[in-house]
């Protein structure tokens, strides 16, 4: 949510929510400054403290100023010291590696290696390493994408690249869900987009790229709608997206706009689906009591009858990825970014889970501060749904 407003401030120019931005992504931070806070920590999974992340890279890539007060870490410290928390979840007991999609044993899916969780440490690493030149990061990366292809989560069919939701690791991941979700190839190509950027177009990275964007397109640009029209495949049509699963076509759209500046030769063939599905979600934002509510189903023309967060997150990606210009491709400390490094950034953290509460426990403010934030995230998208539409 906090990474679409920033691109949305790139796209239009319009700085009125960055306030409510900045504030958001202040708070969440923790009181080990690695976006794993008390409110959260307990149920904290690998890939939700890795979309955090991401929004402060979104910060240090747009160049949002560092927030100038006394001890508190620049956007691209707390982007680090979120890498640095989950480098020791890195597992080789079980699959030869992999996340979990879990941090704490206690939690259901604990027993899963996602796609989610590995592409969105993948996706980090990537764009530390592409913005500090740091090697390490790059070996990391290369590191879990490798894993990662030569798990049973790629897998190419028909020539197509299928990349699968998740596989069991008390299994040893033998089999897998067979699964696929337009978010997992959006955070994958946007990591393999930042590798082929920054290894001035390695042949490795290309063929990555291209077999992702190719997988994409065969996947959720069916030709039964066209070609052109994006549509989260596994439960568009049956109407039974959870409120998940209705945002994933907003990370594709951005990953997508993105890519097309990191790798410019993407740019014919991302871009005419791009344009095609924003005037198709424009024709489904005409829904609800206000007129305005978008719906899923970009290839009707007529609105689905469907409405929230998620629906009008897609909607406003999508229509704001045709609006990508050249001078907004992602900031590198080279080319005029500014926020301040600091590569040992959280790494005193606590990773036992009876440390981590007994160091940060939860109080009041914390369950106050998160029930206000999520009051400020949907009105932020409320008033946003007018833009969508004009």
């Not at 040992?344 to 940060?360: I, M, R, S, T």
């Amino acid at each position: 949510m906090w990474g679409a407003l920033i691109n949305y401030w790139q796209y239009t120019g319009d700085d009125s929510y960055q306030p409510t931005v900045i504030e958001a992504l202040k708070h969440q931070i923790g009181p080990d400054m690695n976006y794993n806070p008390p409110n959260q920590s307990k149920n904290m999974g690998v890939d939700d403290q890795d979309f955090w992340g991401f929004a402060a890279m979104e910060a240090v890539e747009a160049g949002i100023p560092d927030v100038d007060e006394a001890d508190f870490p620049s956007w691209l410290a707390l982007a680090q010291a979120v890498w640095n928390f989950q480098v020791p979840l890195w597992e080789t007991a079980t699959c030869g590696g992999g996340f979990r999609w879990q941090v704490y044993s206690f939690n259901a899916g604990y027993n899963l290696k996602n796609t989610v969780s590995n592409g969105g440490f993948f996706q980090l690493s990537a764009r530390l390493a592409r913005y500090t030149g740091n090697q390490t990061y790059a070996d990391w990366a290369d590191k879990v994408y490798t894993w990662m292809e030569e798990s049973l989560l790629f897998q190419v069919q028909d020539s197509h690249l299928y990349i699968w939701d998740n596989t069991d690791a008390n299994g040893n991941c033998t089999e897998v869900e067979h699964y696929v979700w337009s978010y997992n190839y959006g955070i994958n190509l946007m990591g393999c987009a930042m590798m082929y950027n920054m290894t001035n177009g390695d042949p490795k990275w290309k063929a990555r790229v291209d077999s992702i964007i190719d997988g994409a397109a065969f996947l959720f640009f069916p030709a039964e709608y066209g070609g052109n029209i994006m549509t989260e495949m596994l439960c568009e049509d049956q109407k039974n997206c959870n409120n998940d699963q209705s945002s994933f076509k907003a990370y594709l759209s951005r990953w997508m706009a993105v890519t097309t500046l990191l790798a410019p030769y993407t740019h014919d063939i991302v871009m005419p689906k791009l344009q095609a599905s924003a005037q198709a979600a424009a024709r489904q934002c005409i829904g609800g009591d206000n007129g305005r509510q978008c719906g899923r189903q970009w290839y009707s023309s007529a609105w689905d009858g469907t409405k929230g967060v998620g629906q009008q997150m897609c909607a406003l990606a999508v229509i704001g990825a045709t609006q990508i210009t050249s001078d907004m491709a992602p900031l590198t400390a080279a080319t005029g970014g500014t926020s301040k490094s600091d590569p040992g950034a959280g790494l005193d953290a606590p990773h036992n889970p009876e440390d981590e509460f007994k160091k940060n426990p939860i109080t009041t403010a914390d369950r106050a501060g998160a029930a206000i934030l999520t009051i400020a995230i949907i009105g932020s998208i409320v008033g946003l749904s007018f833009w969508i539409v004009l």
